[in-house]
């Protein structure tokens, strides 16, 4: 299936823990020997590419991923999904939509195949100074207040939260930027697990609504 296909994001950071041991045995090694360090690839997404040590990527390893949703249980699946969708590491994501390509493997082939990267990235003035400082977002997920969630029937649900987020540099230069949305998930139980099968935010500091999926070619 498509969703258990787009785990290389995880496998990444083995793959640089791996780099990174290698290279502090060669360190370690005899000057004679004249072992030089290990530099390689590492993989981030499918069709993507950075060499960033493992420290690094993705948020220090600080991000949410699917393994830590429960996905016999609702609410678990929607949160995880609605903080993975909030992940962003401006040393490896050229757009918001990189952090709904790592979320696939929550969602349902049918909306995994909507998460295409656009040519630009809809938050891009928002992004400067985090980029500037190497930064990654840090975000929250409480349920939003209100009826909004539903059990629609006995294998579909909605659940709506409220996400925020702020950004940590990796220069540890304070950053005052922050970010507040209003998430709406949409899942379906397949057999024992729930799926996304959509999502849409909403922006709380502006007026407009934002599109299903944050961004648009």
């Not at 909507?114 to 977002?137: C, K, T």
Request: overall charge negative.
């Amino acid at each position: 299936m498509t969703r258990r296909s787009h785990t290389n994001l995880y496998r990444a950071a083995a793959v640089a823990v791996s780099i990174l041991a290698l290279t502090s045995c060669a360190a370690d090694a005899p000057a004679s020997e004249d072992v030089a360090p290990i530099s390689a690839p590492t993989e981030v997404y499918e069709g993507s590419y950075a060499s960033f040590p493992a420290e690094e990527v993705l948020g220090g390893n600080t991000f949410a991923s699917p393994e830590d949703a429960d996905r016999s249980d609702i609410d678990s699946t929607a949160r995880v999904a609605a903080l993975m969708l909030h992940s962003w590491d401006t040393t490896v994501d050229r757009t918001e939509t990189a952090a709904a390509v790592r979320t696939i493997p929550l969602m349902s082939e049918e909306w995994a195949a909507n998460q295409v990267e656009p040519e630009r990235n809809a938050s891009n003035g928002e992004w400067l100074e985090p980029a500037e400082h190497a930064a990654y977002s840090v975000p929250r997920a409480v349920p939003a207040i209100g009826d909004a969630a539903q059990d629609v029937d006995t294998d579909r649900a909605i659940r709506v939260l409220d996400v925020t987020w702020r950004w940590v540099a990796r220069d540890e230069t304070p950053l005052e930027g922050t970010g507040h949305r209003q998430v709406t998930v949409y899942l379906e139980k397949t057999e024992d697990q729930w799926d996304v099968v959509g999502h849409q935010t909403r922006d709380m500091t502006a007026s407009m609504p934002g599109s299903a999926t944050g961004e648009g070619k």
